[in-house]
């Protein structure tokens, strides 16, 4: 059987992993599944003519990481025809999950209230806050800034939308979150910008996109960590990432950044191949699944085993 996960992009390591734990369960099987996708920032009508072009091939089911949900349910989803669509990773706005069989991706609530833990770990007294993120438009986003919020002292009904106001000593200034931080570039310029105000206590990006390029980040942002240092005033830093590599965890091990909350992209991958495999096969499967096991890093941690949440 052939299968596809359409990612978001191609070029970045965690939808590679994920296609390299998808190809590996379908490779087992005697199946295949590939990755496809363009490079650079995502970009919704790249997408949606990709999957477009995916419907016309034969293909025995589809896995899409959603870029913005409205638009390729009004256009490249009316051409779908009976090939089984699954989300991964990414999840369709609410008024568009009729359209998809089954989502796989990751608790995203849980993952931000672990985020949230390890802020109120290594900063127990509160203070400003600042979380960056992709694009808000996306459910998985969304998500892990509301799980963040609730952890930190949101009241339990607070829908995600609004900023922490001094719950438990934890505030967000009027220009946070910030949003659209998707390459490294634009990641490692916000987290600059944001450093030289020397206004922030804890600072979360809910991406790892600042950590993909490992050698900039630490050149554009170890002299102004080490002068920040020399005032005694530098923020905490903690990022989410698929399982580090061994630059990544240098990083951590210098000081540059203070957490990492890790997933694990190959298993995103496996879990995508084997719902797509049961519906390919008339099976019944779940409307999600969930994956809900994530890795801490720390730097004492960060050359052993990873830290359990």
Known sequence: MQFALLAKRIDQRFFIQAGEGCAEAARAQGDVCRLLGTSGPPHFRKQNQLLEQAFHQKLDGIALSVTQSEWLAEHALKQRGHIPLITFNTDFNPAEQQLRRSHVGFDNLVFGKQLGRLAQRLRPQGGRLCVLTGSLRDTHQQERLHGIRLQLGAIPNHKGTERLRGENGWFEPSRCPLERAETADRALLQLATLLNTNQFDVIVHIGSWPIDQPAMYRQQLGPILTELDRQGTRPVI????????????????????????????????????????????????????????????????????????
């Open 238 to 309: 903690i990022i989410a990432t698929p399982d580090p590599d061994a630059e990544q965890s240098a990083l951590l091990d210098d000081g540059l950044v203070q957490a990492y909350l890790g997933w694990s992209s190959h298993e995103l991958g496996r879990q995508s191949y084997w719902i797509l495999k049961r519906l390919a096969q008339g099976q019944a499967v779940p409307e999600k699944v969930l994956i809900d096991t994530f890795n801490i890093y720390l730097p004492q941690a960060s050359s052993n085993s990873p830290a359990k949440p």
